[in-house]
């Protein structure tokens, strides 16, 4: 297994062979050197509340997920949010916040995020596509640069919450995002899953992840689960909990389960359209899960927020 990349022990364990960062972690270049963290610092010093949406599997809803976060912080209009989508070979997010064909500027601060609202801003590599076709043909380093530069150079200033969409495993994209942010801070990742165990297995690769890099876990979202048809009432399992689901793995590897969210088309509707699905569905049941995680998404960062405030 994965030393962890501040390890002394980083690059050079057995487990580390064949790994594509083990040159980085062997020279102790994994991380940002001290002129980079001084930058990120001073960029992101404004942002009191970051939160990463992470999942092993792909197609869990982890973007979909993420666009609802950011819509349900950013109803509070006293609330800055900004969501940063670091998903660089399927960026998702311009097209679910209704931002698709849009164009990052730049200032004499920075890039400027591509504001939804006056309150919600949005960064993605899909602002500097010509098309949306286009497909991103990157290697690692390439991808871990304009990361840096997403967290570095845009002006994002002063966020409430930063919500930050990766794309699924435990690779490159998420080792630079956690690694970049740790010369500021995290509150902590959420993690999307789905009820069947061949999402499960890939999310407790997610969750050895963060231990591993000793990034805290808000808890998981168990996405896709179950659906009541509008008509008869009944309930159907879609994607059958056959190992006991996201609650029977958050209790044997003792981490939160945030809430579940039913299946609802409206959603994929909404995403399609670029439109917020709790503002265009307020009476549906997966509205009012998305709601409940919500509020127990902000309540911890607050309380990680005090707890770091009395260890200053």
């Keep these: ?41 001073e960029r992101l010093r404004a942002v009191r509340h970051t939160v990463l949406v992470l999942s092993g599997k792909g197609g869990v809803g982890k973007s979909t997920f993420s666009a609802a976060l950011a819509h349900g912080l950013a109803a509070d209009e006293d609330k800055q949010v900004a969501l940063l989508d670091i998903d660089i070979c399927g960026p998702s997010i311009p097209k679910m916040m209704g931002l698709e064909g849009e164009q990052v500027h730049q200032s004499g601060s920075g890039w400027s995020p591509v504001y939804v609202e006056e309150n919600l801003g949005v960064m993605s590599v899909g602002f500097l596509l010509s098309s949306p076709d286009d497909a991103v043909i990157w290697r690692g380093p390439k991808k871990n640069g304009l990361i840096k530069q997403f ?26 995002v956690v690694q970049y942010l740790s010369a500021t801070h995290i509150d902590g990742a959420v993690i999307v899953t789905t009820p069947q165990e061949v999402s499960l297995q890939d999310v407790r690769k997610e969750i050895n992840f963060c231990h591993k890099v000793k990034l805290p876990i808000i808890g998981v979202v168990e996405n896709m689960s179950g659906f009541v048809c509008p008509k008869c009432k009944n309930e159907s399992q879609i994607f059958p909990p056959t190992t006991g689901g996201a609650e029977k793995m958050c209790q044997s590897l003792n981490v939160s389960l945030l809430g579940k969210v039913p299946l609802d088309p409206q959603i994929g509707k909404s995403c399609d359209r670029g439109q917020s699905f709790l503002s265009e569905a307020p009476e549906s049941p997966a509205t009012l899960s998305y709601k409940n995680i919500i509020q127990r998404i902000q ?8 707890q770091e405030e009395k260890m200053i």
């Excluded at 309540?299 to 005090?306: A, I, K, L, M, S």
């Design 151 to 176: 967290l570095r150079d845009v002006d994002w200033g002063e966020l409430d919450y930063l919500i930050v969409d990766t794309p699924p495993g435990t690779s490159d994209e998420h080792l630079s």
């Design 1 to 41: 297994e994965c030393p962890g990349t501040g390890s002394a022990q980083a690059g050079r364990a057995a487990a580390c062979q064949g790994c594509p960062n083990q040159g980085l972690c062997a020279a102790g270049a994994a991380g940002p050197d001290a002129a980079e963290a001084a930058e990120l610092r």
């Design 299 to 306: 309540e911890y960062c607050e309380q990680h927020h005090c």
